[in-house]
Structures are given as structure tokens and as C-alpha cells.
């Protein structure tokens, strides 16, 4: 299985970006699916995590900004960023697990530059 995502860039600040994880190779329905993200200097963050049946939770530094889906016949996440602040610059990496805790598969990262 390999996860792509896509989908980052350079926005101002209160601006929005749409992040998308496609996976190929299997279907990964029965997989929960998350956002991290790493900042330059800092360690790997949880952003959100959704489940196989759709439930969502959220990092209290993103909640009301951000909506996290999935489409399981595209076999696509995604992470809709709305009123992104320069905080929120990072790459952003997608995953997708069958027990948490355990990450069974890691996307490649896309960058997310928010300017002030």
C-alpha cells in the first residue's frame, strides 16, 4: 500500500487549503486514517484521526479549523484547513492504521507555508 499526499502550498494566514491522502495498492476501509503534521524544529503532532466507520476527533490546536474525511470509494482522505494561521506551517503527513498507536502505513508529506 502506498499513500500520496497532496495538496500543500503557500497561503496567507485565514486562509484556506484542502489536503488529500490517496491510497493505491489496497483498499484501506477498514483502516482509521490520520493527519500528522511536523514543524521545522519540532517533533511529529496528531492533527486528526478519522475512523473506518467515519468517527472524527481533533487536536485542540486545529478544532473548528479543520475538517478531516474520508471517501472510502476513492480511497482518499482528506483535511480541509480553514483560518490557517502561521502556527499551522509544517509538513503534513498522512497514515493510516488498524490499531491505534500502531501506524501501519505513512504517506511521503506535503508542505504547508502559511505566511503571516
Known amino acids: 500500500v502506498q499513500l500520496q499526499a497532496s495538496g500543500g502550498g503557500l497561503v496567507q494566514a485565514g486562509g484556506s487549503l484542502r489536503l488529500s491522502c490517496a491510497a493505491s495498492?489496497?483498499?484501506?476501509?477498514?483502516?482509521?486514517m490520520a493527519w500528522y503534521r511536523q514543524a521545522p524544529g519540532k517533533q511529529r503532532e496528531w492533527v486528526a484521526i478519522?475512523?473506518?466507520?467515519?468517527?472524527?476527533v481533533y487536536a485542540d490546536s486545529v478544532k473548528g479549523r479543520f475538517a478531516i474525511s474520508r471517501d472510502n470509494a476513492k480511497n482518499t482522505m482528506y483535511l480541509q484547513m480553514n483560518s490557517l494561521k502561521p502556527e499551522d506551517t509544517a509538513v503534513y503527513y498522512c497514515?493510516?492504521?488498524?490499531?491505534?498507536?500502531?501506524?501501519?502505513?505513512w504517506g511521503q508529506g506535503t508542505l504547508v507555508t502559511v505566511s503571516s
Open positions: 497514515e493510516a492504521h488498524r490499531s491505534l498507536g500502531r501506524p501501519d502505513y
Open positions: 478519522v475512523s473506518s466507520g467515519g468517527t472524527t
Open positions: 495498492g489496497s483498499t484501506l476501509n477498514r483502516y482509521a
